[in-house]
């Protein structure tokens, strides 16, 4: 429970900071920390991301932040894409799972860094 | 041709939440703040509108799959507010600069732990 509160504080902590989505962080440390494998993982972290976002969905709402028509604009096909993305991900090997999510890191951090 | 661009960034951006158990804001933040010519903070914010239907439907396809442990997720959800507070905190009292190489620092180790757990022999441990 502490270690799930320590994943959960983390990436509430990269959110905050860097506007990241916590998935970056929650589904790599439910891997190596959790031993979770990585379609678990990934399932897993869309739950917490589902309800992270929720709260902050509001909460830069009620600042006024948010434009609805252009969420609903990226939305729509947005949900589209996961349904595809969830079944793609049906069909890869853990490994590729694994090695996809490593290149999807090193390409932020590179983005990061120059 | 910009309103083309960014729906092709959403769709893309859930394919990749799907996939690899992210939000998909990578790719939504861009499409709102480049194509659609959002401020930076709006983007952020209004990325979130996508975010939350991707995640909500992506863990449910991810549910039928067999691929959810809820009452973990839930917990992590719920204890990442705390988190943000202490990374407003911290984030005031370190140069931005700071921040980011320390987290591309994290990201690449991270990384190299993900690379080494996927070429390493297997059967993994199914959790």
């Given at each position: 429970m502490l270690k799930?509160?320590?994943?959960?504080?983390?990436?509430?902590?990269?959110?905050?900071l860097f506007g990241v989505g916590g998935g970056t962080i929650i589904v790599p440390l439910l891997i190596l920390w959790f031993g979770f494998g990585e379609r678990v993982a990934t399932g897993t972290s869309l739950v917490a991301i589902a309800v992270i976002a929720l709260f902050a969905a509001v909460g830069q709402g009620l600042y006024g932040n948010v434009k609805l028509l252009d969420g609903l604009l990226i939305g729509i096909p947005a949900v589209a894409g996961v349904v595809v993305g969830t079944g793609l991900q049906q069909r890869l090997p853990e490994r590729g799972i694994a090695l996809a999510f490593a290149a999807l890191l090193t390409g932020m951090a590179i983005e990061l860094i120059v | 041709m910009d309103v083309v661009a960014a729906i092709a960034l959403g769709f893309a951006g859930g394919v990749v939440g799907g996939l690899l158990g992210v939000g998909g804001g990578i790719l939504f933040v861009p499409a709102l703040a480049i194509f659609l010519g959002e401020d930076q903070i709006v983007a952020v914010a209004t990325s979130l509108i996508a975010i939350v239907p991707v995640a909500v439907v992506g863990a449910w396809r991810q549910h039928r799959f067999g691929n959810v442990r809820l009452s973990e997720g839930l917990w992590v959800g719920a204890l990442a507010p705390l988190g943000v507070a202490i990374g407003v905190v911290v984030s005031n009292g370190i140069s931005e600069r700071a921040l980011e190489i320390s987290f591309a620092v994290l990201l690449l180790f991270v990384a190299s732990q993900m690379v080494r757990r996927a070429l390493r022999p297997r059967p993994s441990r199914e959790a």
């Open positions: 799930l509160a320590a994943i959960g504080a983390a990436a509430g902590a990269f959110s905050g | -």
